[in-house]
């Protein structure tokens, strides 16, 4: 045979050998001879032969792949083969109903998933490539956490996810029974469930089941069509990956089965491993103590061990914790983080007391900053719960992320999300080497971050949270520069639809308050607008809200700004460091939006929505300014900023320094 017709018969039955390939596996538990599985973070083999993701440490990834690649597509025609999984798992919460984040079958090119976060991205991607194309990610996520970032539908979802964290299709975890009728599954619950995915690689169409026996249900709870072939490459990695955040779940995986262009082998339950339970009480241990004088022995012994521990502990659990949630650190473990509390690591201080450096000796050595708030604060308990309130639950990219806390005696301690570069205010009013750092892109990517920020506290979180302490000293810039909000210390919550309770003390920061607060005493989402507004002029004009040593006329930075817009000159209140290297456009709308939100009557202010919207490029809405909203000599009338600044001795506004503002590091 000639080798031209050679390689014509090659190329004719390659893919019939390609497309008759059965990649296989099957784990009846993982601890016989010769189990073979890939595993990097915290993921470990338990002795009792199941697969353990995660523990109960926060913040950490688990991986566990098939350590072989396996071929998913045919070389020829680039078509994805269809595949067939099937895995038995249960998540066990540390707390009761308090569930951490959750975890994902995965198909990826690596099984290391470099650079990858845990807490919401559940160890796949990080804030930088999550929703990138190039990633080539398919994930079916069991999620126990709902995160508005993402648009979760709820806390106890399945969802197929392509790229990224925001799930293409999602449904609430359940199961068709026999009869045919939706049956809710709670994933938390501590007890095994199986899952089977399925992907036709011919109807282009994925489907989920879920059951709590071995039984494959007749109807998947989730399908979903899509083509996988630009998605997957030829060969791929296949496993789980999962993740702890400030709340931890243990995932555990007893036994798993994958076949490609085929259904993957049945797994029983039966069979499996002794499956964990989920942690119980002391109640079924004195209840199962026969005879009232053992009983009474018993509760004797319990209650001296108690006593001497509640004596001897350094720690301390009070009711209040327990209702926004656990306690997350030692007082020994911050003290070691922070060297003993040493005055190296202060990095700043206040009314409330110290917010030192530290470092988490967990297996990251993970930076923090520990804000220490002492018994004899003027911030107190009242603002310690207040924050844990706030932002303990809060979960946004552009928000500092509260790690958790701890109360020892008088001593009470919130952990944050350490920010190298500072705040805000340290750039704009920095000497000139500092501030070229900000230029003209970065501080329009920071009023966007602030602006995305207060967007999902007023409208996309489950309650109306009112910041009432919006100012550059506020702003954290992270690693890469990017805006975070941060101090939720004066915050208050609101139910959706109820109405802001009137306060007799005034609390803010002069140049940021807004003048109906001084007649209503009322913080409103207007009130957080008319500070956004007065932050992004300063951001722009790279001036303070009040300057007490400028000329009167230019005092005030809202009224100087007015003035020069009026005069047709709005561009030359821009920050001359800037060297006029700026987007004109850019500078205009970002002025604009200032000038609107620090209108002195709160209902001409826009909403944050339509902030985001202007400043996202989508500024055709916005109405036309030609004048001040009012003229100096009529402002009085309404309670503006000279008459407000004049009612107020100075000593009726907190003007401490910013508790989360110094979770940064000096200059």
């Not at 202060?346 to 923090?368: A, D, I, M, Q």
Request: aromatic share 10%.
């Amino acid at each position: 045979m000639s080798k031209p017709l050679l390689l014509i018969w090659v190329s004719l039955l390659l893919p019939l050998l390609t497309s008759s390939q059965k990649d296989e596996f099957f784990y009846s538990g993982f601890d016989s001879p010769g189990t073979n599985i890939s595993l990097n973070g915290i993921a470990d083999i338990e002795p009792k032969g199941f697969l353990r993701l995660t523990n109960e440490t926060s913040r950490l990834i688990g991986h566990a792949f098939y350590p072989s690649l396996v071929r998913l597509k045919d070389p020829v025609s680039g078509s994805a083969f269809s595949f067939s999984t099937s895995f038995a798992f249960a998540i066990v919460p540390e707390y009761p109903k308090l569930g951490g984040h959750g975890f994902a079958f995965t198909i990826s090119p690596s099984k290391d998933l470099l650079g990858a976060q845990p807490s919401q991205y559940l160890g796949l991607f990080n804030a930088s490539d999550n929703g990138n194309f190039t990633n080539h990610v398919f994930a079916v996520e069991f999620d126990t956490v709902q995160d508005f970032e993402f648009f979760d539908i709820n806390d106890n979802h399945v969802g197929i996810n392509i790229d990224g964290m925001r799930s293409n299709y999602s449904v609430a975890a359940a199961y068709f029974d026999g009869s045919g009728t939706n049956v809710s599954l709670n994933l938390k619950s501590g007890d095994p469930i199986m899952a089977w995915i399925d992907y036709d690689g011919s109807k282009k169409l994925v489907s989920v089941s879920l059951s709590k026996d071995s039984s494959k249900p007749n109807s998947p709870i989730l399908k979903y069509a899509v083509d996988l072939s630009p998605i997957l490459d030829d060969s791929m990695y296949v496993g789980f990956s999962a993740a702890t955040g400030l709340l931890a779940s243990s995932h555990y995986v007893y036994g798993w089965s994958f076949k490609v262009n085929g259904q993957a082998r049945p797994l029983d339950l039966s069979a499996l491993p002794l499956l964990p339970k989920p942690k119980k009480t002391n109640i079924a241990l004195i209840a199962s103590v026969s005879g009232v004088a053992v009983l009474l022995v018993v509760i004797a012994v319990f209650a001296s061990v108690y006593l001497a521990y509640k004596i001897k502990t350094r720690d301390v659990i009070e009711t209040w914790e327990l209702t926004y949630g656990p306690h997350r650190f030692s007082y020994k473990e911050l003290k070691r983080a922070t060297r003993g509390f040493s005055e190296k690591e202060v990095l700043g201080f206040g009314g409330f007391g110290k917010v030192y450096r530290g470092t988490l000796h967990s297996p990251n050595k993970t930076e923090v900053a520990v804000k220490r708030v002492s018994h004899g604060s003027k911030q107190g308990l009242r603002e310690f719960v207040a924050e844990i309130a706030s932002i303990g639950r809060l979960r946004h990219r552009n928000l500092v992320q509260l790690q958790g806390w701890c109360r020892r005696r008088g001593d009470l301690l919130l952990v944050y999300d350490y920010m190298p570069n500072g705040s805000l205010d340290n750039y704009l009013f920095a000497d000139d080497a500092k501030a070229t750092k900000l230029d003209w892109a970065r501080r329009l990517k920071i009023i966007r971050d602030v602006a995305a920020a207060l967007l999902y506290l007023h409208e996309e979180w489950e309650n109306v949270v009112i910041h009432r302490d919006v100012k550059a000293s506020n702003v954290l810039l992270d690693a890469e520069m990017n805006g975070r909000l941060g101090d939720f210390g004066l915050a208050k919550l609101y139910e959706r639809g109820e109405n802001p309770i009137t306060t007799t003390r005034v609390v803010g920061t002069l140049g940021y308050l807004a003048p109906e607060l001084t007649r209503s005493g009322r913080a409103t989402t207007g009130s957080d607008v008319f500070a956004y507004g007065a932050l992004v002029l300063e951001v722009v004009c790279g001036r303070r809200p009040i300057e007490p040593k400028a000329e009167a006329e230019e005092m005030v930075l809202v009224d100087w700004v007015w003035e020069r817009w009026r005069e047709g000159r709005g561009l030359e209140v821009v920050d001359a460091r800037l060297k006029g290297e700026f987007v004109q456009e850019e500078a205009e709308i970002a002025l604009k939006v200032g000038l609107m939100a620090s209108h002195p009557v709160a209902a001409e202010r826009p909403s944050m929505r339509d902030v985001v919207r202007y400043l996202g490029g989508d500024a055709g809405g916005m109405p036309e300014m030609s004048s001040p909203p009012l003229d100096p000599e009529e402002r009085s009338m309404t309670g503006g900023f000279e008459d407000f600044i004049h009612s107020f001795p100075s000593s009726s506004f907190d003007k401490m320094s910013s508790p989360i503002s110094l979770l940064a590091p000096r200059d």
